[in-house]
């Protein structure tokens, strides 16, 4: 039977489709160089679009106001201005086409020594993201890292800047101990000297690194922009923190985020316990609170360590007592716990007959107390009583009597603390180097960053009640008696003092045989163990008795200790 031949659509059919597909792809070719044009001003208008959304994503809520103004303004002003329009679609043109252009927006690929720092985190990681039932695993020796790292980014000096990690859903990124050993690799790996933010994304299964730039530790003690009750702790990053405050800096006047502590009768956290260890910064941050709090209420000032660091207050208006001794600190806290009460039922009586609180209810009252476990353990030697037995009341109805209480400790002397001052003191400030287990003790929690190698004084980390915790970098408040102030913090701290309240010839001199002049124009330095005489007098009210305070006078010579 012969073949029958097949049609000429079929037999030459090949031919024609490879010439109908090449002159396709010469129409596309040419259409690609006519619209090459449009199709850069497209993707340089979608990058300056994306760079705009980032911006302002970046730039803190309180600013985003004035951020928009001034845009607003600069269209006004393009718009009136004689051609403006277009000249301002010309710029805008020439600008999406300068970053349009091929390889504008690409970033460049790791060399070969990155390449190498990357693989190297990626088999650390294997034993940790890796399980023997994944059938898939994203994690394996000799595997590919591009996949676990989609984003990365490195400083001049070739070390990981930036790094976005996937992991396995199975990991147990909600265990501390699990997220604690995948810092650690990750900052070991990365490069020790820096501080790393780990950011931990668990619903997308993804952890971002980030390096973190040191805290400036030259801002000085000044007068802070705040509302009354809110003081100034110290200085941190943007990471969590909306708001910014200006600052004299450097000679130069520029916004920093803080870390505020918002007290007074609505605050959640009414006091604060610091904890550090020798030379870390605690009695300089106690010192700063001090000069914060003496712009709207009173200040006692209990010293356990008797070095005279809080002199400079001794005799200032708003300062009652700076008490140095076992004697005088027992009864400036007691003084305390009877104000507490007084407050308390004054402020009562003023509810009940319909009336507002009286004024000396509503100024704010600040104890604060360093090293209270030196005075403890020299009222254990005597066989007296402890200082902090007399913190009860004010730990406990100090928020509604506008009563503050801070305490400075040292981590040998965490032990001795009162059950009522770790209970109450829910506000927490951990200053200079401290292990893991210490963060946890004190903090409740560990931070997301990895500590500084080289920790300044005032260094350290805080946090008020459940929230995060904060980078922290206190303000450079030296003693202004102390050789070793410089004349700028000396100054600066001299100019936040308040008025005297008595000539400088009634204040007793320094203990320690200092000069009564350290530097030109400086103050003699009086005693810090003048004691509070208060005058007092019992009132019943219904079946409790109450001493009021008439007057706080202080002391010329210290009261003996016996």
């Not at 941050?285 to 001090?290: G, I, K």
């Amino acid at each position: 039977m012969a073949r029958r031949p097949l049609p000429r659509i079929l037999s030459n059919g090949s031919a024609h489709l490879a010439r109908s597909r090449e002159l396709a792809r010469t129409a596309a070719d040419g259409a690609t160089d006519v619209l090459h044009p449009l199709i850069t001003i497209t993707r340089g208008l979608r990058r300056l679009a994306a760079a705009g959304r980032r911006k302002w994503a970046d730039t803190a809520k309180d600013q985003r106001a004035s951020l928009f103004l001034v845009a607003a303004s600069l269209v006004v002003v393009v718009a009136l201005v004689p051609y403006g329009p277009l000249l301002a679609v010309i710029a805008l043109m020439a600008a999406a086409a300068w970053h349009g252009r091929e390889g504008a927006g690409a970033p460049a690929g790791p060399d070969e020594t990155q390449k190498q720092r990357l693989q190297a985190l990626y088999e650390a990681l294997v034993p940790y993201f890796t399980a023997a039932e994944d059938p898939a695993p994203l994690y394996a020796h000799g595997g590919d890292w591009q996949k676990a790292f989609p984003e990365y980014g490195f400083d001049d000096s070739g070390r990981v800047q930036r790094l976005e990690i996937h992991y396995p859903a199975y990991f147990k990124d909600g265990e501390a101990e699990s997220r604690a050993r995948i810092e650690q690799v990750v900052h070991s790996k990365s490069g020790r000297g820096r501080e790393y933010l780990f950011d931990w994304y668990e619903e997308g299964n993804q952890l971002t690194v980030t390096v973190l730039a040191p805290l400036p530790t030259d801002i000085t003690a000044q007068r802070f922009v705040t509302a009354p009750g809110e003081l100034v702790l110290g200085f941190t990053d943007a990471t969590h923190v909306q708001r910014t405050l200006p600052v004299e800096h450097r000679e130069e006047r520029r916004d920093v985020p803080p870390v505020v502590w918002r007290t007074g009768t609505r605050s959640t956290e009414p006091h604060l316990l610091a904890v550090g260890e020798p030379g870390s910064g605690t009695t300089t941050f106690l010192r700063s609170l001090a000069l914060q709090a003496l712009q709207y209420g009173d200040v006692l000032v209990v010293e356990g360590t008797g070095t005279d660091e809080y002199a400079c207050l001794t005799g200032r208006e708003g300062v009652l007592a700076v008490e140095c001794g076992l004697a005088g600190a027992l009864a400036g806290l007691e003084w305390a716990a009877h104000e507490t009460e007084r407050r308390l039922i004054a402020a009562n009586r003023a509810r009940q007959a319909g009336h507002p609180p009286p004024e000396d209810t509503r100024r704010p009252l600040w104890i604060l107390l360093d090293r209270p476990s030196a005075l403890g353990h020299v009222a254990a030697a005597d066989g007296g009583r402890d200082p902090q037995s007399l913190l009860q009341v004010p730990l406990r109805h100090g928020r509604p009597a506008n009563v503050t209480i801070v305490v400075a400790e040292q981590f040998d002397g965490l032990d001795t603390l009162s059950e009522a001052v770790l209970q109450h003191t829910r506000a927490r400030v951990l200053l200079g180097s401290a292990s893991p287990e210490q963060m946890e003790e004190v903090l409740g929690g560990r931070p997301r960053t990895t500590p500084t190698p080289d920790i300044p004084p005032g260094r350290g980390y805080a946090r008020l009640g459940a929230g995060p915790v904060h980078r922290l970098q206190v303000p450079a408040t030296p003693d202004p008696y102390d050789d070793a102030t410089t004349d700028s913090n000396r100054q600066a701290v001299l100019d936040l003092l308040p008025a005297r309240t008595a000539p400088v010839d009634d204040v007793p001199a320094r203990t320690d045989g200092a000069p009564a002049e350290l530097g030109a124009g400086l103050e003699a330095a009086p005693a810090a163990t003048g004691a509070a005489q208060v005058k007092t007098e019992a009132v019943r009210v219904g079946t409790e008795t109450v001493r009021l305070d008439k007057d706080v006078i202080p002391a010329k010579a210290a009261v003996a200790e016996g």
